[in-house]
């Protein structure tokens, strides 16, 4: 079942019925059909496509391979080049033969390539990066203490759990602002 645990990016069952609209017109498949290779009711995925459903993560990986699509594809909202994703929000997609729960902080394009680091930073002097190659993206997520982190003309100020993600082909910075502060840094760049 889907619930949002703060603001990222829309309420989720709009973005999921947006979603689903927009795949099924783009496939051309009538409601009927992609319930039928979903193996779901219709009046499930009409509910849905009108953001009443609540849809659990096996419904939605059955209709997103009817679809012929990533799952990232239906919960994840177009996103604008820097986000924010604090540790309490996002789309929280839970199943329902087990307890478990994902949040979908980013997908992978196709043909990228990622780089990952962990990074551990102190106060004192500024992190400064010039741009990386044209399309680089960097993501960052807090581990322990806080940071101000994204392009050097707006960055922002994070805490353990949260998420940036920024254009990494601009000057960019990593400022700690307390002692022991841990991050994960992923960087993206197509290829």
């Not at 994703?85 to 929280?92: A, L, R, T």
């Not at 043909?111 to 010039?130: F, K, V």
Request: charged share 20%; glycine share 10%; aromatic share 4%.
């Amino acid at each position: 079942m889907v619930t949002d645990a703060g603001q990222g990016g829309g309420a989720p069952l709009d973005v999921i019925a947006r979603s689903l609209q927009r795949e099924r017109a783009r496939t051309g498949l009538s409601l009927t059909e992609v319930a039928r290779r979903a193996g779901v009711a219709k009046s499930t995925l009409s509910q849905l496509e009108s953001a009443s459903g609540n849809p659990s993560i096996e419904t939605l990986w059955a209709l997103s391979n009817a679809l012929g699509v990533p799952f990232s594809q239906l919960v994840d909202p177009p996103r604008p080049r820097v986000r924010v994703i604090k540790f309490d929000e996002g789309p929280v997609i839970a199943s329902d033969s087990a307890d478990y729960r994902a949040t979908l902080v980013a997908s992978c394009p196709p043909n990228a390539r990622r780089d990952i680091y962990r990074l551990t930073a102190e106060p004192g002097a500024d992190r400064l990066s010039d741009p990386h190659l044209p399309g680089t993206v960097e993501h960052v997520i807090i581990g322990a203490g806080r940071a101000l982190v994204g392009p050097t003309d707006s960055p922002v100020e994070l805490g353990p759990g949260d998420y940036i993600a920024y254009p990494g082909d601009v000057a960019h910075v990593f400022r700690a602002l307390v002692s022991g502060t841990t991050a994960t840094l992923v960087s993206e760049s197509s290829g």
